[in-house]
């Protein structure tokens, strides 16, 4: 009988799997509320489009501080989280040990949830976010 590559998937290894990528795809569509409620706080609009049923004077603005950093932390979760779940994914198709793959998915979902806050919701520095 023919063995295909999903059949090397641990269930309970791929149900931490799928609860952790839930968790950081509800995060993303969060930041992605969060982004769009900030531009309407501000009046931090990045078209015409978007400023005309506010105004027929208001312009584009695309310099707001506030703005920018929420973005740019959603943009990072894009950059990250989307690889990590094809590279989590492949690791797990590798038959690992369970404890240490759950651990490491853990680890990894919790970082960018942590990356997240000090990026874009409390402010540190550099050497912080590093951290």
Same mark, same amino acid.
């Given at each position: 009988? #023919?063995?295909?590559?999903?059949?090397?998937? $641990? $269930?309970?290894?791929?149900?931490?799997? %799928?609860?952790?990528?839930?968790?950081?795809?509800?995060?993303?569509?969060?930041? #992605?509320?969060?982004?769009?409620?900030?531009?309407?706080?501000?009046?931090?609009?990045?078209? @015409?489009?978007? #400023?005309? =049923?506010?105004?027929?004077?208001?312009? +584009?603005?695309?310099?707001?501080? $506030?703005?920018?950093?929420?973005? *740019?932390?959603?943009?990072? $979760?894009?950059?990250? @989280?989307?690889?990590?779940?094809? %590279?989590?994914?492949? =690791?797990?198709? #590798?038959?690992?040990?369970? %404890? @240490?793959? %759950?651990?490491?998915?853990?680890?990894?979902?919790?970082? *960018?949830?942590?990356?997240?806050?000090?990026?874009?919701?409390?402010?540190? +520095?550099?050497?912080?976010?590093?951290?």
């Amino acid at each position: 009988m #023919t063995k295909f590559f999903f059949d090397n998937l $641990d $269930d309970e290894l791929f149900r931490t799997y %799928a609860f952790w990528s839930a968790i950081l795809v509800v995060k993303m569509l969060a930041i #992605t509320q969060w982004t769009s409620e900030m531009r309407g706080r501000k009046q931090a609009f990045h078209s @015409i489009e978007d #400023t005309s =049923y506010k105004s027929a004077t208001l312009q +584009p603005k695309f310099d707001d501080p $506030d703005v920018e950093r929420i973005r *740019r932390a959603h943009r990072n $979760d894009l950059e990250n @989280i989307l690889p990590f779940f094809l %590279a989590a994914l492949l =690791y797990l198709l #590798t038959g690992p040990s369970p %404890a @240490i793959a %759950a651990n490491l998915i853990r680890v990894a979902a919790v970082a *960018r949830i942590c990356h997240s806050v000090v990026y874009a919701v409390y402010v540190l +520095p550099q050497p912080a976010r590093f951290l």
